[in-house]
């Protein structure tokens, strides 16, 4: 029998009534599949934990938020194990250090390494069904660690890279990718394919549906996602490879993101070496510096720069430059009522005047472009937050996504 991955994020296992549903799911698959599934915390718990850190201070330590943050992973899975054990289904919860899951990297960001199949397929031979934690890991000395915020795909993706799943199922509460957060856009229209790629632009974006190294794993490894709902049954998205997508489409989907600041450096003298020199503390920092335009300075000797920058890295970025003796500028100015809008697509690869087509299109309503960037699959422009929704449901509209 092929071995299937089940994935389940907060939403779907929010309550007892979900898990009751969701027990239901499992077992739909149990008869032709052997059947892994990873569970998320229940909705809500994650932050709930998260908040109760950050009362007790600031500066929670990581090594401790690690282990605060994977309890929630702990009640779901254990509920959920519990419903099948009730249901005469044989099941069983796993957290991450039983398996183990091994991590490498940093706390509160590690990255799964390596999957140890001995005890979870010697079960699953015996006819049980395996409830493994998300998000969790455990490091090569034993502590407890987390892969970020959304890790439970990655856990799934690896899971499934590890154990040879035919496939890895993530059920959500929406009914697929759409063009754009259906959430937030009602003619938001259901992807029935996308490719590896540009689900990873959309995901990197900002389109909260997937994280984004899960998909990155997944293409390496080149693993079959389902995107579905676990509240209605319908076809959900098929994440892919490209050459099995037919795509008539330009544009294939829209993200906007909300944490984004715009840091402006006034005056800076220019010379050679000045764009590393600012930015060369920020990445030893671990600050991710995005979007970057300077102005071509008209004298030779002053120039303005303006980048990027998560808005949880405000303050820290603020510092570092403060405290940079090699740069010398006139005014550092900030702003975080900035958000990116960005359009994806293959379709651009082969197809002239996109760009065009999306400034005017902004333009047309009076929505001012402060930062571009582009890849050979997206454009991405940073504007005032306010003009968010504004932006997304004309661009919607110019690349034809209604319908
Ligand atoms: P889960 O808890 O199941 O992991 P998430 O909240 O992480 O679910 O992701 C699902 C949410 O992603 C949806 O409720 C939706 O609002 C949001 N979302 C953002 N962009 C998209 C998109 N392009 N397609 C579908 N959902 C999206
Ligand atoms: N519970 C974790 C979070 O809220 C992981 C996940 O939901 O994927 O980020
Ligand atoms: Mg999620």
């Given at each position: 029998m092929k071995i299937i991955v089940l994935?389940?994020?907060?939403?779907s296992v929010g309550s007892i009534h979900r898990i009751k549903k969701v027990s239901r799911i499992i077992k739909s698959y149990s008869k032709k599949y052997k059947v892994i599934v990873l569970s998320s915390a229940m909705s809500g718990t994650t932050n709930k934990l998260i908040n109760m850190s950050k009362q007790i201070s600031s500066n929670f330590s990581d090594y401790e938020y690690d282990t605060l943050v994977s309890a929630g992973e702990q009640i779901s899975c254990s509920l959920l194990a519990g419903q099948l054990l009730a249901?005469?289904?044989?099941?069983?919860?796993?957290?991450?250090?039983q398996i183990p899951i091994l991590t490498e990297g940093k706390h509160k960001y590690s990255r799964i390494k390596y999957i140890n199949k001995t005890k979870v397929l010697?079960?699953?031979k015996s006819g049980g069904i395996p409830i493994i934690a998300g998000f969790q890991g455990v490091d090569k000395n034993l502590n407890i660690t987390t892969i970020g915020r959304g890790g439970s795909d990655s856990s799934a993706i690896m899971v499934a890279k590890f154990f040879k799943a035919e496939r890895c199922v993530i059920y959500t509460d929406v009914e697929g990718v759409y063009t754009t957060d259906p959430n937030k856009l009602k003619s938001a229209k259901k992807i029935k394919n996308i490719s590896y790629e540009e689900m990873l632009e959309m995901a990197s974006l900002g389109s909260k549906i997937m994280q984004p190294h899960s998909i990155q794993d997944a293409r390496l490894n080149r693993i079959k996602i389902q995107v579905k709902s676990s509240f209605v049954n319908r076809m959900g998205t098929i994440i892919t490879k490209r050459k099995n997508i037919i795509n008539n489409k330009i544009i294939t989907g829209i993200s906007s993101t909300d944490n984004d600041a715009k840091v402006t450096l006034l005056g800076v003298k220019d010379r050679p070496g000045i764009a590393a020199s600012i930015f060369k503390p920020?990445?030893?920092?671990?600050?991710n510096v995005d979007m970057v335009v300077q102005n071509i300075s008209s004298d030779g000797k002053e120039t303005d720069l303006t980048f990027t920058i998560k808005s949880y890295d405000l303050n820290k970025t603020k510092k570092i430059i403060n405290k940079n003796k090699s740069i010398n500028f006139k005014k550092m100015i900030f702003d975080k009522n900035v958000s990116k809008v960005s359009i994806i697509g293959v379709g651009m690869i082969t197809t002239p005047g996109v760009t065009f087509r999306m400034f005017q299109a902004l333009a047309t309503k009076n929505i001012n472009i402060q930062v571009i960037s582009t890849s050979e699959i997206k454009i991405s422009v940073l504007i005032k937050k306010t003009n968010v929704t504004k932006a997304v449901k004309c661009l919607h509209q110019e690349f034809n996504l209604d319908k």
């Amino acid at each position: 029998m092929k071995i299937i991955v089940l994935k389940f994020g907060g939403t779907s296992v929010g309550s007892i009534h979900r898990i009751k549903k969701v027990s239901r799911i499992i077992k739909s698959y149990s008869k032709k599949y052997k059947v892994i599934v990873l569970s998320s915390a229940m909705s809500g718990t994650t932050n709930k934990l998260i908040n109760m850190s950050k009362q007790i201070s600031s500066n929670f330590s990581d090594y401790e938020y690690d282990t605060l943050v994977s309890a929630g992973e702990q009640i779901s899975c254990s509920l959920l194990a519990g419903q099948l054990l009730a249901n005469g289904i044989k099941s069983k919860s796993w957290m991450a250090w039983q398996i183990p899951i091994l991590t490498e990297g940093k706390h509160k960001y590690s990255r799964i390494k390596y999957i140890n199949k001995t005890k979870v397929l010697k079960f699953l031979k015996s006819g049980g069904i395996p409830i493994i934690a998300g998000f969790q890991g455990v490091d090569k000395n034993l502590n407890i660690t987390t892969i970020g915020r959304g890790g439970s795909d990655s856990s799934a993706i690896m899971v499934a890279k590890f154990f040879k799943a035919e496939r890895c199922v993530i059920y959500t509460d929406v009914e697929g990718v759409y063009t754009t957060d259906p959430n937030k856009l009602k003619s938001a229209k259901k992807i029935k394919n996308i490719s590896y790629e540009e689900m990873l632009e959309m995901a990197s974006l900002g389109s909260k549906i997937m994280q984004p190294h899960s998909i990155q794993d997944a293409r390496l490894n080149r693993i079959k996602i389902q995107v579905k709902s676990s509240f209605v049954n319908r076809m959900g998205t098929i994440i892919t490879k490209r050459k099995n997508i037919i795509n008539n489409k330009i544009i294939t989907g829209i993200s906007s993101t909300d944490n984004d600041a715009k840091v402006t450096l006034l005056g800076v003298k220019d010379r050679p070496g000045i764009a590393a020199s600012i930015f060369k503390p920020l990445s030893q920092n671990l600050i991710n510096v995005d979007m970057v335009v300077q102005n071509i300075s008209s004298d030779g000797k002053e120039t303005d720069l303006t980048f990027t920058i998560k808005s949880y890295d405000l303050n820290k970025t603020k510092k570092i430059i403060n405290k940079n003796k090699s740069i010398n500028f006139k005014k550092m100015i900030f702003d975080k009522n900035v958000s990116k809008v960005s359009i994806i697509g293959v379709g651009m690869i082969t197809t002239p005047g996109v760009t065009f087509r999306m400034f005017q299109a902004l333009a047309t309503k009076n929505i001012n472009i402060q930062v571009i960037s582009t890849s050979e699959i997206k454009i991405s422009v940073l504007i005032k937050k306010t003009n968010v929704t504004k932006a997304v449901k004309c661009l919607h509209q110019e690349f034809n996504l209604d319908k």
